[in-house]
C-alpha cells in the first residue's frame, strides 16, 4: 500500500482528481442556473433548445483529427531531448496549420449552413425556436476558432502538467456563471443564454493556449513556413494523428451508440434507466481518464531513457485498478438509490444495471496505464486495431442480449469486449514493450 501511495503522490493523482471534480461542479452548478432560469421563466422548450446548442460542444470532439496526440509525443519527446528545438517547433507549427485550416473548414461550412442551407436537420422541431439557428452557428464558430487553440492543453500535457490542465477547466463554468448571472438580473431573453456553451468552451481554450506560451515558453514559427522546412529525422504528423484519430472515434462512437440501440431493441423503460445511471457514470469515467492521462508523457520520457520498471508499470496497474474498484462500489451502492429519488421513483435502475456499470468503469480504469503507455505509432495502431474489434462485437453483442438483459445489456457488453479484445491483449503488449526496453 505504501508503493501504492508513492505511485499516486508521483502522478499527482489527488491533485489531478480533485481539481477535475471542483470542475465538474462548477459545470454543473453554471448549467442549473440555466436549467431554472430558462425551464421556469421561459418554458420547457427554451430549456430543450438550450441543451441541444449546450451538446453540440460535444459534437465535433475530434475536430483536430487526432494531430493534438502528436502534439504530446512531439512535447514529450522535446522535454526529453530526442527532439531539438528546431524539429521540435517545425513539428508543432506544422500540427498548428493543419489546425488552422481545419478551423476555416469549419467555419466555411457554418457559414454554409447558416447563409444558403439550414440547421433544421440537426435541429429538427426546435429549428423554429427564437435566436437558436444563430446561437448554433456560433458555437459552432467558437468550436472551430478553439481547434488551433486547443493545442495549449495538448502542450501541457506533454510536459507532464495535468494538473495545469484540469486547473484551466475551471475556467469554462466560470465564464458561463459570468455570462448567466447578469443575463439572470437584466431579464434577458432565452436566446441570450444559448451563447453560453459555446464562450466558455472557446476562453478555455484560449486559457491553455495562453498558459502553454507564456508560462512554458510555447514558441512556433510563421503560419505555413515549417511546411517548407523538411527533416527526413522527424516523425510526420499523420503516423501519429491517424490512429489516435481512430481510436478517439471508435471509442465515442461505441459508447454513443448505447441509447441509439437501446431505442430499437429495448424499451423507452431501458433507455430512462440506462440515461439516469450514465449522468453518476459519466463524472467518474472522467476524473479516471484524466488522472490516466498523467502517464502518457511521463510513459514516453522513461521508455526512451530506457528507465520504466516492470515494477513501476505493475503498481500503477494496481493503483488504476483499486480507483475503479472504489469508484465502481461508489456506483454500485449509491446509483440506484439517487436515480429513484431523483426521477421521484419513476425509473428505478435494475441491480443488473448498476453492477454492469460498475463492471465497466472497473474495466476502463484498469485500461488507463496501457492505454497510456501504447502511445507511439506502434502502439496507437494496436489500440486502434483493438477498438475496431471492441465496437463491432459490442454492437452485436447488445442487440442480442438487451431482449434478456434490458438496460444492462450496452455495458455488460462494453465492459466484456473491451477486457478480451482490448484490455488484456494491450497488458500483454505493454508487458513486452517494458521488457524489451529494459533489454536494450
Not at 103 to 119: E, G, H, K, N, R
Request: glycine residues 8%.
Amino acid at each position: 500500500m505504501t508503493a501504492l501511495l508513492a505511485r499516486a503522490r508521483d502522478i499527482d493523482l489527488g491533485g489531478v482528481a480533485l481539481y477535475r471534480l471542483i470542475a465538474l461542479i462548477a459545470g454543473f452548478g453554471a448549467n442549473v442556473i440555466a436549467i431554472a432560469v430558462l425551464s421556469r421563466q421561459h418554458g420547457s422548450s427554451a430549456y430543450a433548445a438550450f441543451a441541444i446548442v449546450a451538446s453540440l460542444v460535444n459534437l465535433l470532439p475530434f475536430a483536430d483529427l487526432g494531430l493534438g496526440a502528436s502534439i504530446v509525443n512531439a512535447t514529450s519527446d522535446r522535454s526529453a531531448a530526442r527532439l531539438t528545438r528546431g524539429q521540435y517547433r517545425r513539428t508543432v507549427s506544422k500540427a498548428r496549420d493543419f489546425m488552422v485550416l481545419l478551423m476555416l473548414l469549419v467555419i466555411c461550412v457554418t457559414a454554409l449552413a447558416y447563409y444558403v442551407f439550414s440547421f433544421d436537420g440537426l435541429l429538427g422541431n426546435l429549428a423554429d425556436t427564437p435566436g437558436i439557428p444563430e446561437a448554433t452557428a456560433y458555437t459552432f464558430a467558437c468550436i472551430a476558432l478553439a481547434i488551433p487553440l486547443g493545442m495549449g492543453g495538448r502542450v501541457l500535457q506533454g510536459l507532464g502538467r495535468m494538473i495545469d490542465v484540469v486547473r484551466i477547466g475551471l475556467v469554462g463554468p466560470l465564464v458561463q456563471v459570468c455570462i448567466y448571472i447578469p443575463l439572470m438580473a437584466l431579464g434577458a431573453p432565452a436566446y441570450a443564454y444559448f451563447l453560453g456553451p459555446g464562450t466558455a468552451y472557446l476562453a478555455t481554450a484560449a486559457v491553455g493556449y495562453l498558459v502553454a506560451r507564456r508560462r512554458y515558453g510555447l514558441r512556433l514559427n510563421r503560419p505555413f513556413t515549417s511546411w517548407f522546412s523538411r527533416n527526413p529525422i522527424e516523425t510526420p504528423l499523420w503516423q501519429t494523428a491517424a490512429p489516435f484519430l481512430i481510436v478517439s472515434i471508435g471509442m465515442s462512437i461505441g459508447f454513443q451508440s448505447h441509447r441509439v440501440l437501446l431505442s430499437h431493441f429495448g424499451t423507452p423503460q431501458n433507455v430512462a434507466e440506462y440515461s439516469l445511471v450514465a449522468q453518476f457514470l459519466g463524472p467518474l469515467l472522467a476524473i479516471t481518464g484524466v488522472v490516466g492521462q498523467n502517464l502518457w508523457a511521463r510513459y514516453r520520457k522513461d521508455l526512451h531513457n530506457n528507465s520504466l520498471s516492470m515494477t513501476a508499470y505493475k503498481h500503477h496497474l494496481l493503483l488504476f485498478a483499486f480507483i475503479g474498484l472504489i469508484f465502481s462500489a461508489m456506483l454500485f451502492l449509491l446509483a440506484p438509490t439517487a436515480a429513484a429519488v431523483l426521477s421521484d421513483g419513476q425509473v428505478s435502475p435494475p441491480i443488473l444495471l448498476a453492477l454492469a456499470a460498475a463492471l465497466y468503469l472497473l474495466v476502463t480504469a484498469v485500461h488507463q496505464p496501457s492505454a497510456m503507455l501504447l502511445s507511439d505509432t506502434k502502439g496507437l495502431w494496436f489500440q486502434a486495431a483493438c477498438v475496431v474489434l471492441v465496437a463491432a462485437s459490442t454492437v452485436a453483442l447488445i442487440v442480442l442480449s438487451v431482449p434478456h438483459l434490458g438496460a444492462a445489456a450496452p455495458y455488460l457488453a462494453m465492459a466484456s469486449s473491451m477486457l478480451v479484445l482490448q484490455v488484456i491483449p494491450s497488458i500483454r503488449v505493454a508487458f513486452k514493450r517494458v521488457n524489451r526496453q529494459g533489454k536494450q
